[in-house]
């Protein structure tokens, strides 16, 4: 059996962060792997996470299975904090899953099960997870175009002239905030748009939000999404914990599904916990505990609000410290878009062969499409970064 499987592909990620730690130069500088890091290059753990953690520990008193679709406390915490009030709880389906790309897996299984000829629209580019897990279930994908390649922000007409192709019962993936790979975002009335071209085509609009806080802010990034949520028939939502809670290793995500038309809401509710069911049984409780215990404390929240913001600051900051230090390298504004984006992320926009050139002769490591983590740098090699795309000619 097993001599009839076929070698897969490296993880081009994996392999970078590989190459990182076997690079001898002390100034080599880790853009690749997508995850927050502080000005020591550690990911810490929030203060918020350690004393809920705390509490967990003392007062915890059973390790037995919660429900198919985890705890209802936290698909309360976490509706709450991505939509607010502006869609009716009773009108929500939602199930725990291991992490956003978990929520994302699930969402595609319903996608296929509920209508196996839905075309899944994706922008160009996306989340390489996204791609590879549509390939993987046969499910067709359509591109729409999304970065401009010139000005480093979004092809808007291009994305609506692509969407407009969609067809009711197709669903176009759409990313809430801080689009990661390019950290290029619509604005609210780019989005207003996106939502007209929802309702005249019916395509069902499933938002994948893996970075509220991390932006513009907790409610400023999941406006979006709630503008989206509550515009249309029917909608579905990925979020995950991973990076404003930190809770990375813990897999903690929720999957939401939206029905203006409540009657569904039991057979939607049913059918996620069904796919829990066949997947993995129950999901994992730990990091939802943790992350329902943050948000419905005041302290604790108030406290894990603050340091995020702090995280958010942060990365804007070495966002704005590198695009003036480009300015002043390179004599002109064409780099200014670092400033502008949002999120983690921001996509040079550059060819794999300068990428490779930042390399070898910098040690600078980003992917390939030059997507590069803005939270892998800190003051001191934000210069260093900066020279070295100077040098290459990018």
Known sequence: MFSNLKQQPADKILALMQAFREDPRDTKIDLGVGVYKNAEGVTPVMRAVKAAEKQLWEQQETKAYTGLAGDPGFSDAMIDLVLGDSVARDSI????????????????????????????????????????????????????????????????????????????????????????????????????????VLLETGAV??????????????????????????????????????????????????????????????LTQGSLNFLNRQNYSFPPDHGARVVT??????????????????????????REQLAGELQRLSGSDRFGFLAQHRGMFSRLGTTPELVEVMR???????????????????????????QAIIDAGV
């Open 293 to 318: 215990m943050i948000l419905q404390d005041p302290a604790l929240r108030a406290d894990w609000a603050a340091e995020l913001e702090e995280v958010r600051l942060s990365m804007l900051g070495l």
């Open 205 to 266: 609009p499933m938002i994948d939000i893996a970075y509220q806080g991390f932006g513009d802010g907790l409610e400023e990034d999941a406006q979006a999404t709630r503008l989206v949520a509550s515009s249309v028939p029917e909608c579905l939502i990925a979020a995950s914990c991973s990076k404003n809670f930190g809770v990375y290793r813990e897999r903690t995500g929720i999957l939401m599904a939206i029905s203006q038309d409540t009657s569904l809401v039991g």
């Open 360 to 386: 070898k002769e910098h040690a600078i490591y980003m992917v390939g499409d030059s997507r590069m983590n803005i939270a892998g740098l800190n003051k001191t090699s934000v210069p260093i970064l900066a």
């Open 93 to 196: 389906s939602a199930a725990a899953t291991p992490g956003g790309t978990g929520a994302c897996r699930q969402a595609f299984e319903m996608i296929r099960w509920s209508n196996p000829e839905a075309r899944v629209f994706v922008s160009n580019p996306t989340w390489p997870n996204h791609l590879s897990i549509l390939k993987f279930l046969n499910m067709p994908v359509v591109e729409y175009r999304y970065f401009d390649g010139e000005t480093r922000g979004v092809d808007f007409d291009g994305m609506i002239a692509d969407l407009k192709q969609a067809k009711k019962g197709d669903v176009v993936l759409l990313h809430g905030c801080c689009h990661n790979p390019t950290g290029a975002n619509l604005n609210m009335a780019q989005w207003q748009e996106v939502v007209a």
